[in-house]
């Protein structure tokens, strides 16, 4: 290294030397600089703190404000490494939770349990089900799995008292073991060997129950009268049409020594529960949760309640039930009850051997749901073992139902026929005596029916007892959950409306689609009319029949449009069949001139006038004497 070269380092070094020293800040800037670190480094620990203090909130709003031992730790892990942050923290576990302080930390781990129809995924955070999966079914809006209840949607715990403390299992950790595939146990420790909770799920090899008992082992100091069983479920929007799932959906119960019950369906409710309440069910539109106890919840505080959703696309309705077993104090104390989770299928519930458990299903009262249940549902069921489309499975329904009644059909009509054959006899009585006289006039109609032997009521009595049929199958196909998301034709689910056309617009009381099952009912009622009406006689004095025969199918259109489109293609071949069995009836069973025949024959004969004539004289007796005093 040459002279230059030396001289050239060292003025280097001397001049980041003298940088260094005229740039270096004063003891006051340093000072300054340090005091702003030090603010931005407690800054960021506050904003730490607070979003610790944020998840604690959320996660505990119950708790009094006290924090959940994962906020804790995330708040101790920020203080002063002087202070005893085990001690802090294990303090105000024990002045919380007192002997269950133990269970106040542990993982937050999954636990699934399954079967043959149910997947149940266990948190061991609070010991209740997260998740809880039908396998059988899927939603009708991309076809998801099908769930009950899910992560956040609601509360599920067992609330009591150990002393002042309220506690909850909501906010304890458990630890888990499997029993086999179908059941878990669940334990929560205390700082006492020899006491804990312990909560068990097992589910049914093959069913749709789940077994849950809640035991208090070691504590007598905890009276188990006063333990609540508290469950906030959000129902999931699972089908096509929402508004007809939210009508569908509410919450039933059965007291023991009285009829099932339920809660409104249209708008909000709640009840306390006055006695003994054998279960409870937070029924949706085709699927149930139910809370089934053998001794009965007792009805010391135990109420439910639900809350419609109506801006809500993603759940209908919030189902709320507080539930207490009524279990006497003891050293081990066990709360039992069994849940049901699945489908609302009639035989289904029936052989659960729950009683009314079955008519969670409305299927309609008393003959109307007496005709669904032994009449229309055995024949629908021992359709649906062949396989068949259950578009062909309503078409042979319909036919076997139209069969059944077809001796009634036949008589109707031949009392129609009987009463249109005497049209000539009825048109002379009203010439004779024309509109001046009426009471006369129908005093000899009156006889003319009489002495014919025909009774003008006789046609209104076989089409009375068809009525119960058309009005169990109007709750039978919007209940029956074997027509969910079944496809026939164009309608992609039968248990729902089918619709051609989606409307840019809503049409007031008709909606927004076009349901063409629905129009062609319309339109075979409106065939079936005239057909009918050419049977029929023309009724005097009755001049707006007919058009309100005329009126009817129109107003089916609106009101059937959103309705199951299986309800409409049921109608729409009951139509069809009954305008067949009126024409091969008419053309080739009932004979109008041999009829005539034999009435014109009755007439000749003398005959003793039935009570019901006579009942039907007399008041038009007192009617002319009533006429003649005013006059």
């Given at each position: 290294?040459?002279r230059?070269?030396i001289i050239?380092?060292?003025?280097?070094v001397?001049?980041?030397?003298?940088f260094q020293y005229?740039?270096m800040?004063?003891?006051a800037e340093?000072?300054r600089m340090?005091?702003?670190q030090?603010?931005?480094?407690?800054?960021a620990?506050?904003?730490q703190?607070?979003?610790a203090d944020s998840v604690l909130?959320?996660?505990?709003r119950?708790a009094n404000g006290t924090?959940?031992?994962?906020?804790?730790?995330s708040?101790?892990?920020?203080?002063?490494d002087?202070v005893?942050?085990d001690?802090l923290?294990q303090?105000h576990?024990?002045?919380?939770?007192?002997i269950?302080?133990p269970a106040?930390?542990g993982?937050?781990?999954?636990?699934?349990?399954?079967?043959?129809?149910?997947?149940?995924a266990?948190n061991?955070?609070?010991?209740r089900?997260?998740?809880?999966?039908?396998?059988?079914y899927k939603t009708?809006?991309?076809?998801?799995?099908?769930l009950l209840?899910a992560?956040?949607?609601g509360?599920y715990?067992?609330?009591f008292?150990?002393?002042?403390r309220?506690l909850?299992?909501?906010d304890m950790?458990?630890?888990a073991?499997k029993?086999?595939?179908?059941g878990?146990?669940?334990?929560?420790a205390t700082?006492d060997?020899?006491k804990?909770?312990?909560?068990?799920y097992?589910?049914?090899?093959a069913?749709?129950?789940m077994n849950?008992?809640?035991?208090?082992v070691g504590?007598p100091e905890?009276?188990?009268?006063?333990?609540m069983?508290h469950?906030?479920l959000?129902?999931?929007?699972?089908?096509?049409?929402r508004p007809?799932?939210?009508?569908h959906?509410?919450?039933y119960?059965?007291?023991l020594?009285?009829?099932?019950?339920f809660?409104?369906?249209?708008?909000?409710d709640?009840?306390k529960?006055?006695?003994k309440?054998?279960w409870?069910?937070f029924k949706?539109d085709f699927f149930?949760?139910?809370?089934?106890?053998k001794d009965?919840f007792?009805?010391?505080?135990s109420?439910?309640?639900?809350?419609?959703?109506?801006?809500?696309?993603l759940?209908?309705k919030?189902?709320?039930?507080?539930?207490f077993?009524?279990?006497?104090p003891?050293n081990?104390?066990?709360?039992a009850?069994r849940?049901?989770?699945?489908?609302?299928?009639?035989?289904?519930?029936r052989r659960?051997?729950i009683?009314?458990?079955?008519?969670?299903?409305d299927?309609g009262?008393?003959i109307f749901g007496?005709?669904?249940r032994?009449?229309?549902?055995?024949i629908?069921?021992?359709l649906?073992?062949f396989?068949l489309s259950?578009?062909i499975?309503?078409l042979?329904?319909t036919?076997?139902?139209?069969?059944?009644?077809?001796p009634i059909?036949?008589?109707?009509?031949k009392?129609?026929i009987r009463?249109?054959?005497?049209?000539?006899?009825?048109a002379?009585?009203t010439?004779?005596?024309?509109k001046e006289d009426?009471?006369k006039k129908?005093?000899a109609t009156?006889e003319l029916y009489?002495k014919?032997g025909?009774s003008?009521?006789?046609?209104?009595v076989?089409m009375l007892?068809?009525?119960?049929?058309?009005?169990?199958m109007?709750?039978?196909?919007p209940?029956?959950?074997e027509?969910r998301q079944?496809p026939f034709l164009?309608?992609?689910?039968l248990?729902s409306?089918?619709?051609?056309?989606?409307?840019p617009?809503?049409i007031?009381?008709?909606?927004s689609?076009?349901s063409l099952f629905?129009?062609l009912m319309?339109?075979?009622?409106?065939?079936?009319?005239?057909v009918?009406s050419?049977?029929m006689p023309?009724?005097?004095g009755?001049?707006?029949?007919k058009?309100?025969m005329?009126?009817?199918p129109?107003m089916?259109l609106?009101f059937?449009n959103s309705?199951?489109s299986?309800?409409s293609?049921?109608?729409l071949l009951?139509n069809?069949i009954?305008?067949?069995?009126m024409?091969?009836?008419?053309k080739?069973?009932?004979n109008e001139d041999?009829?005539?025949?034999?009435l014109?024959?009755?007439?000749?004969?003398?005959?003793?006038?039935?009570k019901w004539?006579l009942?039907?004289?007399?008041?038009?007796?007192q009617?002319?004497q009533a006429?003649?005093k005013r006059?």
């Amino acid at each position: 290294m040459d002279r230059k070269s030396i001289i050239g380092i060292v003025l280097m070094v001397a001049i980041f030397i003298g940088f260094q020293y005229f740039t270096m800040p004063s003891a006051a800037e340093r000072a300054r600089m340090q005091h702003e670190q030090d603010s931005i480094a407690e800054l960021a620990i506050q904003k730490q703190a607070q979003h610790a203090d944020s998840v604690l909130a959320r996660q505990q709003r119950n708790a009094n404000g006290t924090a959940a031992p994962a906020a804790l730790a995330s708040i101790d892990s920020l203080r002063p490494d002087s202070v005893d942050q085990d001690s802090l923290l294990q303090a105000h576990r024990l002045d919380r939770y007192g002997i269950f302080a133990p269970a106040a930390s542990g993982n937050n781990d999954v636990v699934t349990i399954s079967n043959k129809h149910l997947q149940v995924a266990i948190n061991t955070y609070g010991a209740r089900p997260n998740v809880i999966r039908l396998k059988d079914y899927k939603t009708y809006h991309g076809h998801k799995p099908l769930l009950l209840a899910a992560p956040d949607s609601g509360a599920y715990e067992y609330n009591f008292f150990m002393g002042s403390r309220k506690l909850s299992t909501k906010d304890m950790n458990f630890t888990a073991e499997k029993l086999g595939t179908t059941g878990v146990r669940l334990k929560a420790a205390t700082t006492d060997p020899s006491k804990y909770i312990q909560i068990t799920y097992q589910l049914d090899s093959a069913d749709w129950f789940m077994n849950v008992t809640a035991e208090l082992v070691g504590m007598p100091e905890v009276d188990p009268r006063n333990v609540m069983f508290h469950w906030n479920l959000t129902g999931f929007h699972n089908e096509k049409h929402r508004p007809t799932e939210l009508q569908h959906s509410t919450v039933y119960y059965k007291y023991l020594n009285d009829d099932r019950n339920f809660l409104s369906e249209t708008k909000d409710d709640a009840k306390k529960l006055e006695a003994k309440t054998n279960w409870v069910a937070f029924k949706q539109d085709f699927f149930t949760v139910a809370m089934v106890s053998k001794d009965g919840f007792t009805s010391n505080g135990s109420e439910i309640s639900i809350t419609n959703l109506p801006d809500d696309t993603l759940y209908t309705k919030r189902y709320d039930a507080k539930l207490f077993f009524g279990q006497e104090p003891g050293n081990h104390a066990t709360l039992a009850m069994r849940m049901y989770l699945g489908p609302n299928q009639y035989n289904t519930l029936r052989r659960t051997g729950i009683p009314e458990f079955s008519r969670i299903i409305d299927l309609g009262w008393g003959i109307f749901g007496w005709m669904n249940r032994f009449l229309v549902i055995p024949i629908f069921q021992f359709l649906s073992q062949f396989n068949l489309s259950y578009g062909i499975i309503i078409l042979v329904l319909t036919i076997a139902i139209k069969l059944l009644l077809l001796p009634i059909a036949y008589k109707n009509q031949k009392s129609s026929i009987r009463m249109r054959a005497l049209k000539p006899e009825v048109a002379a009585i009203t010439e004779k005596y024309g509109k001046e006289d009426a009471l006369k006039k129908q005093q000899a109609t009156m006889e003319l029916y009489r002495k014919a032997g025909v009774s003008p009521v006789a046609g209104c009595v076989p089409m009375l007892l068809q009525m119960p049929v058309l009005y169990a199958m109007f709750r039978f196909f919007p209940s029956s959950i074997e027509l969910r998301q079944q496809p026939f034709l164009w309608a992609d689910d039968l248990s729902s409306y089918d619709s051609i056309m989606q409307l840019p617009f809503n049409i007031p009381f008709y909606g927004s689609h076009v349901s063409l099952f629905t129009l062609l009912m319309a339109a075979s009622t409106i065939i079936y009319t005239l057909v009918n009406s050419k049977q029929m006689p023309q009724q005097a004095g009755m001049p707006n029949m007919k058009v309100m025969m005329y009126i009817f199918p129109v107003m089916m259109l609106f009101f059937m449009n959103s309705l199951p489109s299986g309800l409409s293609y049921y109608y729409l071949l009951a139509n069809v069949i009954s305008i067949l069995q009126m024409t091969v009836i008419t053309k080739w069973f009932l004979n109008e001139d041999k009829l005539r025949a034999e009435l014109l024959a009755n007439m000749k004969k003398p005959r003793k006038k039935s009570k019901w004539q006579l009942r039907m004289e007399e008041i038009q007796r007192q009617q002319q004497q009533a006429a003649k005093k005013r006059r």
